[in-house]
């Protein structure tokens, strides 16, 4: 791994580390001149639909895309909206929609206003607005959260707090 500084996303520094993939060509031609490392990072306006991996992204408002073949370790800091599909250790804060796609792994603790999980987290969850778990979400760690949206399909182990206190109780 090859450490990262003060990158911007969204606005604001992040420190991370960053593990090169074996498909590097692949994933520079993907990219472009966003790209955080060139391993599958890409910011673009918000409404701009991305390719991730030869796919359209799950969220085409998200200013910052995180490819399925990025390793991430640090603390992430978004302003805007954000999709992640990769491996992703320590915190995560989002002021905008907080996306992990299918391919997401995330070690972290999670602060945001929307959360949208489909992939894998082991962390608790803090939401202000709302947490929703798809189908095939695995989620092992505490949330809480105003209101939660839980679909069949998702596998959750830890406590669920919900209503307006959850919602006066957490700041992102």
């Known amino acids: 791994m090859k450490e990262v500084q003060a990158w911007s996303i969204g606005g604001k520094s992040i420190n991370v580390d960053v593990a090169e993939p074996d498909n590097m060509a692949d994933d520079?031609?993907?990219?472009?001149?966003?790209?955080?490392?060139?391993?599958?990072?890409?910011?673009?306006?918000?409404?701009?639909?991305l390719s991730v991996v030869g796919r359209k992204t799950l969220s085409p408002q998200a200013s910052t895309v995180v490819g399925s073949q990025s390793r991430l370790k640090g603390d992430l800091v978004f302003n805007e909206s954000a999709e992640l599909h990769g491996f992703i250790e320590g915190s995560i804060v989002s002021d905008g929609e907080l996306t992990?796609?299918?391919?997401?792994?995330?070690?972290a603790e999670i602060r945001g206003r929307v959360v949208i999980v489909l992939g894998k987290v082991i962390g608790d969850i803090r939401c202000t607005e709302l947490l929703e778990l798809k189908a095939?979400?695995?989620?092992?760690?505490?949330?809480?959260?105003?209101?939660?949206?839980m679909h069949d399909g998702v596998q959750f182990d830890g406590s669920c707090r919900m209503g307006q206190e959850c919602f006066d109780a957490v700041s992102v």
């Open 136 to 149: 095939g979400a695995k989620v092992s760690g505490n949330i809480s959260a105003p209101r939660v949206m």
């Open 28 to 49: 520079r031609a993907l990219l472009g001149r966003h790209a955080l490392g060139c391993v599958g990072i890409k910011t673009t306006k918000p409404g701009e639909a």
């Open 100 to 107: 992990l796609g299918a391919s997401a792994e995330v070690r």
